[in-house]
């Protein structure tokens, strides 16, 4: 029989403090690392993905990364599921081409992923343990609100985008394709569903999904494609979602500049909704093919005057219309000119082909010139960007500045 072994008094309190110390520490979790051979695995299999991309010769990443990892203990505690909600980083200076692949060139820079999907949106609130915490909190919550009653629809907020999916059940890969886009697109529409007997009397044909437009008396449009194909549900509630003709504020400036493309602009007086309405109209009459190569937006003069400014214009000369390349600024004329058949469309493809900054610089092109004229080469200066001076500088300061408030 071994014998007993007492403790000294001190050994025993300094074993009862590790003991205790033991118990209540609670388990941290590792920080999963991305590279180019787990990247697309990871963030594909998760419900929700938040992903800092930094630096670590930055001072401002190296501030994050204790805070990223206490609030992605906080949230492991609420989402134990490895899948539910996943924490990871990427090493920019290690992994290049993963910055280059979702345009990173700040650092931190945090970016949400449903499903392998990356918002369009980064995150830009404040880098504290709670606010992460509450972000993702936010994001695990139903974006989809149900409808108990049909007459609730005559209650709805028609200041918003509003999509209305009608399904004979909530388990059902109809409303599991529904729901995952709802997720998406939450931020640019407001989802609402109805289900069983609620919903019969819109189902007479089946599950059916609806948009409704801003304003009591713009028409309903109903989605007409296959409910279980993702990739149609998709496309066709971001077209009603997202719309081409987008305004500029000084809350969306620097996400919109981060878009990379070259912004065609009407700056407008805001209660001149005329012009924004044929701006808007002829955009989408002899523009829509060019969607993907440059952001359609319209401004408050009053708001954006040092834009103005730049162009020699002032809000008595709205409403005008220009582009800023991010390099310059270039003036379309009179605004009257839109409703000329073509002319806005020449006035984007000048710009592509390089005569707008080719004109600017060294006058007409010999093509533009009347036979015989003599061909003079001008030298002239366009007007510098001014949105590009919304975008963040390239190494990000902590927490992040409204930098866009300082435009010159």
């Known amino acids: ?6 403790l000294s008094l001190p050994d025993l309190r300094c074993s009862l403090l590790l003991l205790v110390t033991w118990v209540f520490t609670p388990v941290t979790t590792e920080i999963t690392s991305l590279d180019t051979e787990n990247i697309d695995d990871i963030l594909n299999n998760a419900d929700v993905a938040l992903v800092n991309f930094y630096a670590d ?22 989402y134990p599921n490895e899948n539910q909600v996943v924490f990871a980083r990427v090493d920019c200076d290690q992994h290049s081409d993963i910055a280059q692949r979702y345009r990173i060139s700040k650092y931190p820079t945090l970016k949400l992923f ?12 404040q880098r504290s343990v709670k606010a992460l915490a509450d972000y993702i909190r936010q994001q695990k919550s139903d974006p989809v609100q149900e409808l108990h009653d049909l007459a609730e629809i005559t209650t709805l907020d028609r200041s918003k985008r509003n999509i209305i999916g009608y399904f004979e059940q909530k388990d059902s890969e109809n409303y599991r394709v529904f729901e995952r886009v709802a997720n998406i697109l939450h931020d640019d529409c407001a989802f609402l569903s109805a289900f069983g007997a609620v919903s019969k009397p819109e189902r007479y044909s089946g599950d059916n999904i609806i948009y409704k437009p801003p304003g009591q008396s713009a ?9 279980t194909n993702f990739d149609g549900t998709y496309n066709w509630i971001q077209d009603k979602c997202v719309p081409l003709v987008r305004e500029i504020t000084f809350e969306n400036g620097e996400e919109l500049t981060e878009e990379g493309l070259p912004f065609l602009i009407l700056f407008h007086m805001k209660e001149d909704t005329e012009s924004l ?5 002829e955009v989408a009459r002899q523009l829509i093919s ?28 709205c409403p005008v219309i220009a582009i800023d390349s991010f390099r310059h600024m270039y ?11 073509g002319k806005l469309k020449q006035f984007v493809f000048d710009l592509h082909s390089g005569k707008l900054h080719r004109e600017f610089h060294h006058g007409p092109d010999p093509t533009d010139t009347a036979p015989g ?21 390239e190494y990000r300061k902590y927490p992040k500045k409204q930098v866009i408030r300082s435009l010159p």
């Open 1 to 6: 029989m071994n014998p007993a072994v007492f």
């Open 57 to 78: 010769w930055c001072r401002f990443s190296q501030m994050l990364h204790p805070i990223f990892e206490e609030a992605s203990n906080v949230i492991k505690e609420e």
């Open 114 to 125: 449903r499903n392998g999907m990356m918002m369009k949106r980064e995150y830009r609130g």
């Open 219 to 227: 028409p309903d449009m109903v989605y007409l494609g296959s409910m």
């Open 277 to 281: 309405e044929i701006f808007q109209n």
């Open 290 to 317: 060019e969607k993907g190569t440059i952001n359609f937006l319209h401004a408050d003069c009053d708001k954006f005057r040092h834009p103005l400014l730049h162009i020699q214009k002032t809000p008595a000369d």
């Open 331 to 341: 003036v379309f004329g009179d605004f009257r000119d839109v409703l000329i058949p």
């Open 373 to 393: 004229q003599q061909v003079q080469d001008v030298a002239s200066s366009p007007p510098e960007s001014s949105f590009q001076k919304l975008a963040p500088s």
